[in-house]
């Protein structure tokens, strides 16, 4: 950047500047999206240290996986939510990507995890895309993708129904509701792949079995989980 634009940029921070998506206090020139206090401060997981973890034990035994985990935790009222509520209400899809790589730089150095062929996100249905402006998942995902050097698969996973809001339904609930709501359009394209499904938040975790069991029809496929938050 030249000196002129440097300036001009200045100037217009003094009337609009940009706000830590996390603590909401003004971000200084070297810092984007996430003030670097709040990235320090963050409550990681530390999950892709533990092959056990706590996302990995909540998905044992309902579909075959190779490695599962979270970034960091999300609880009411920390800084996570207020991240998390920064992407998909408050049209900050930037929010998503930064986590991604920071999430993936993780992955990248981690001596535990395998890093996988290609990243898939979470699909929305067209009409909640739609409403939203872009899915969070897919930000995510990039953020990963560019981190990892690994591409991203879009648009062949894929929603099928609009299904209810997910909040407060039970697992069981959530089961239901997700039923037979993914579908892969194009099976060829990741055959023989290790896929890694991103999505923002796991609570229970039927939106990722929903999802998986449908990759897992495809032939010699492997899959992995990654989400930026665990709901506690």
């Known amino acids: 950047m030249n000196p002129v634009s440097g300036y001009f940029y200045d100037f217009i921070g003094l009337f609009f500047p940009e706000l830590c998506a996390a603590c909401g206090k003004n971000l200084y020139k070297n810092e984007d999206i996430i003030c670097t206090n709040c ?23 309902r579909f075959p996986f190779k490695q599962a985990g979270s970034y960091v935790y999300f609880k009411k009222g920390n800084k996570v939510q207020h991240i998390m509520h920064q992407l998909k209400y408050n049209n900050r899809p930037e929010t998503g990507t930064k986590m991604g790589k920071l999430y993936g730089s993780e992955l990248e150095q981690s001596s535990v995890w395998t890093i996988p062929d290609v990243v898939i996100p979470v699909p929305l249905h067209p009409k909640k895309r739609k409403l939203r402006g872009y899915n969070q998942s ?36 959530r089961y239901e509701n997700l039923k037979e709501a993914f579908f892969v359009r194009e099976p060829l394209q990741l055959e023989n792949k290790h ?13 990722l079995e929903a999802c998986c069991l449908e990759l897992l029809k495809i032939k010699n496929v492997s899959i992995s989980i990654a989400t930026i938050a665990f709901a506690e």
Request: net charge neutral.
């Open 39 to 61: 990235i320090y401060h963050l409550p990681y997981t530390m999950h892709h240290k533990d092959p056990e973890n706590r996302v990995a034990r909540q998905l044992w035994g």
């Open 195 to 207: 896929l890694l499904l991103v999505d923002d938040v796991i609570t229970t975790g039927a939106t």
């Open 138 to 173: 897919e930000c995510i995902a990039k953020g990963m993708s560019d981190a990892l050097n690994i591409p991203v698969v879009l648009n062949n996973l894929c929603k099928a129904t609009n299904t209810e809001t997910q909040t407060l339904k039970s697992r069981f609930s």
